[in-house]
């Protein structure tokens, strides 16, 4: 299976990319990779790649980019040949299976509705990510896609992560919760009681509201929220981990006793901290469009980017967008 | 100075609002405190009070309770002997400088604009809870009092903000930011948008937009979003907390040398997760009532009622109430 994967998309790029790109190769003997962007930016970090490895990567060429202060939709029209729009355009060919960028998310998302195109019967897409708790994740979405959501927005959602995750966990029936600002029954606006009224009536295992805290523990398999919300969450997140790992370094520099302990537990600290930068565990699918789509964080490393392929692949291998087509259709 | 206390308000009143009155009267000989609340309720859980500071504990009878569950404002109004609304008649009345309660959130919000007052000029109170950081600390409004917000109650929870930021951290100037989805100024919706423009003509020392991983590393000392947002975050970061503190017990089971290292890390470890309950590290505010109205965690135990008289009673001190109304009269 061929995916088109933005080179010049990301903090790290094109580095990050190409070596993504070859280590998810040498993982997996079944995928191949088209890294789009400037021949010349690519060439330097695949050279190293073993020759089964080199002949399943292939260059597609496209010389604009589309830079992290970029206006979404309108550099996505103008800029024809940037990496991003040609690595969409290969996806509505059906060239290749599914994109992957470490962009512009704004970008990403128009490309996803303006390029690849919605599901027929979906008003706007969702941007789903992974939040792993003790021993489940919990797919959140939206976060980003859809700033300010209709209740419609929000069931849509709701049916598509659980389609979504009955995929990748195999359970029959994700649990889901609607997201508020607290359990009961009179809590959220206008909007989210609607979106609850449809939710109930769904047919899917809804559990009603969850909060806050019920997100990082893990009570249901899928929370639906709006994506100012869901951005607002996993953000807070990632700055909890980084203050988690300012908190160890400082601990460290404290006295004797927890300086030993401290030193012990490092790995395992760094291991939690990390934790909470849920973008960077993988890939966060785009789901509503008409093929794969998959987003990794602006600040991905190589492992990052093959994590985000791994996750195309799978979602690929799991006939996830024809999933949700075929849903729709019931 | 006379603070009044809801003693049957939280999970564990009556018993924790009174241990928590005898605990701060012990700390703070300049306190007085009137528990709220049915006299054979309370009589108990203050006998083994030193002299000097039963003295200063009183009882102020009242028969109804507000539950949890109970509808915030029609309990407000139509409860009139209950244990908040009688202690909020106190501010009112100005028998007492303030009134603090663990109990319903919504009828807190309630009772603070339908029996204590809104101070003229402000059109919806904020909650406003601190975040601690590294080295500083955030104050993060509104966490609840108002879920949907207009333009002008943002710009006026940020003006409220920053009075209480310069009030107890002697900040001229505190640092206030606007949450959004993004630190770019295009982020953000409509409503958003124009408390941008409000907060850019209003010398405030606004920073612009701040995203959800600016707020646990103390980007800026004040940061404003609607009450929605707000209680999303410090619910999260409530379930981070618990995440951790369950991480942890899994960590000691794991291998040994990691056991020996959490084993000295434990204390500094908790000391991290409880970092994470913000609204336990004390009391939280309601900015824009005529009065002193502190809300504590409904979980409180002791400990943290005593933290939310002390936060009453440094209000009172600094005089926080009376400098709100003067800046809007400037």
């Known amino acids: 299976m061929l995916f088109a994967l933005d080179a ?37 970090h695949i050279k190293s790649a073993s020759p089964s490895v080199r002949s399943r990567i292939h260059i597609v060429e496209a010389n604009e980019v589309i830079g992290m202060g970029d206006n979404p939709s309108s550099s996505m029209r103008s800029k024809k040949n940037s ?19 470490a962009g512009n998310t704004g970008a990403i998302v128009a490309g996803g509705v303006l390029v690849v195109g919605r599901i027929k019967g979906i008003d706007r897409p969702g941007l789903a990510v992974p939040i792993p708790s003790l021993r489940k994740t919990t797919l959140l979405l939206d976060v980003g896609a859809t700033v300010r959501c209709k209740a419609l927005n929000l069931y849509q959602f709701a049916r598509m992560g659980s389609i979504y ?27 989210i009681s609607e979106a609850r009224e449809m939710l109930l009536a769904s047919g899917l295992n809804f559990e009603g509201f969850v909060e806050g805290k019920d997100v990082p523990v893990g009570r249901t398999d899928v929370v639906v929220c709006d994506g100012f919300t869901g951005n607002a969450l996993i953000k807070f997140g990632e700055g909890i981990g ?34 909470f930068e849920y973008e960077k ?20 490393r190589d492992r990052a980017i093959a994590g985000a392929l791994h996750v195309a692949s799978s979602f690929a291998g799991l006939r996830g967008t024809e999933r949700i087509k075929e849903s729709l259709e019931l």
């Open 83 to 101: 990496s991003l729009r040609v690595a969409m355009e290969m996806v509505r060919s059906r060239e290749a299976v599914g994109c992957i960028s």
């Open 242 to 275: 980084e203050l988690v790992k300012t908190l160890i370094r400082e601990e460290l520099r404290s006295g004797i006793l927890p300086k030993v302990g401290a030193l012990l537990m490092t790995p395992a600290l760094k291991k939690m901290a990390a934790r």
């Open 281 to 300: 565990n993988g890939g966060s699918p785009l789901l509503g469009v008409d093929g794969i789509v998959i987003k990794a964080h602006g600040n991905s």
């Open 165 to 191: 995750m009955s995929s990748i966990t195999g359970l029959d029936a994700p649990s889901l919760g609607l997201f508020s600002n607290g359990s009961e029954d009179i809590k959220g606006d206008e909007v």
């Open 8 to 44: 010049m998309g990301g903090d790290k790029a094109p580095e990050a990319p190409c070596k993504g790109a070859v280590i998810a190769c040498g993982e997996d003997e079944s995928l191949s990779v088209a890294l789009v962007g400037p021949r010349g930016a690519i060439e330097a």
